[in-house]
């Protein structure tokens, strides 16, 4: 069906988006099933961002998970937080949903930094100071922010982009982007209906082919070098017959030219004893 990546700062609100986006399509009239992946969904501890080393089998673990939900009849929402905010990694769950031949689309949610980092605050999610959360322990509010790379709507991965406001009832106020409120139907359009970039079907075919043309070449090329050396073996053999063949007519000429000079011998005797 579709694919649906969510990505913004820490803290601005994705998964309260993302809450509403299921609410709306569960207003639909569909048999699609919805699954929102998490970090927590996918077992992947918020701790993993705070190194390299651990955020490599993070992102991995977070990925088999999305894939393993992809379907032509599952519409998944991948709300990953850190995972989703690089630009890298939307890049590999966009080449997953093309192998599966599904659609998808980004939802941007835009808040403040100052504003992020008063609900992270509030929340104490990310200890700004240490970078250690009380509770789930990850990396820092600004380091997080530092990582994030923002969707290109230019780009084939990150488009069609939607970008909505962290807090709806700003934007509905004015005071938010122009696209703040959430667009559940247009979303709904792209997904049920928009286009669907596919994998190139010549991908691995083109592979076996190329094996089967080398191996192909190979077997060619060994025959050809049994079709030559046969043909010269029969060449030569040609050459000997022919050979053979002269020197046989030759030897006859010979003998003829003995026998006819001994008949002109045998007759000026004769001539002359006469």
């Not at 088999?64 to 590999?92: E, M, P, W």
């Not at 990582?147 to 970008?163: A, H, I, K, Y």
């Not at 075919?205 to 060994?222: D, I, W, Y």
């Amino acid at each position: 069906m579709a694919l649906v990546i969510i990505s913004g700062l820490p803290c601005s609100g994705k998964t309260t988006r993302t809450a509403e986006l299921i609410a709306g399509l569960s207003l639909k009239e569909s048999s699609y099933r919805v699954h929102h992946i998490t970090n927590e969904t996918a077992h992947v501890p918020p701790s993993s961002f705070s190194s390299q080393l651990a955020e490599k089998p993070a992102r991995a673990s977070y990925l088999s998970h999305v894939t393993r939900c992809i379907a032509h009849d599952a519409i998944v929402l991948a709300d990953g937080g850190a995972g989703t905010n690089i630009k890298g990694f939307r890049y590999q769950l966009w080449c997953a949903a093309r192998e599966v031949g599904v659609r998808c689309a980004s939802i941007l949610v835009v808040c403040g930094k100052e504003e992020c980092r008063r609900r992270n605050e509030e929340a104490g999610k990310y200890d700004e100071r240490t970078g250690v959360q009380s509770a789930e322990g990850t990396c820092s509010f600004e380091e997080m922010t530092m990582r994030f790379e923002e969707p290109n709507p230019m780009t084939r991965w990150d488009s069609p982009l939607f970008v909505v406001d962290s807090n709806p009832s700003s934007a509905a106020a004015g005071q938010g982007t122009s696209s703040g409120l959430l667009p559940v139907e247009d979303i709904w359009t792209t997904i049920t209906s928009g286009k669907i970039s596919r994998a190139p079907g010549v991908v691995v075919p083109l592979r076996h082919k190329r094996q089967f043309v080398k191996m192909h070449a190979m077997g060619v090329s060994a025959s050809n070098e049994l079709g030559i050396a046969a043909g010269k073996e029969g060449q030569l053999k040609d050459q000997q017959v022919a050979s053979q063949k002269r020197g046989a007519g030759a030897a006859g000429a010979a003998a003829t030219t003995r026998e006819e000079d001994i008949v002109r011998r045998f007759a000026a005797y004769l001539n002359e004893s006469l």
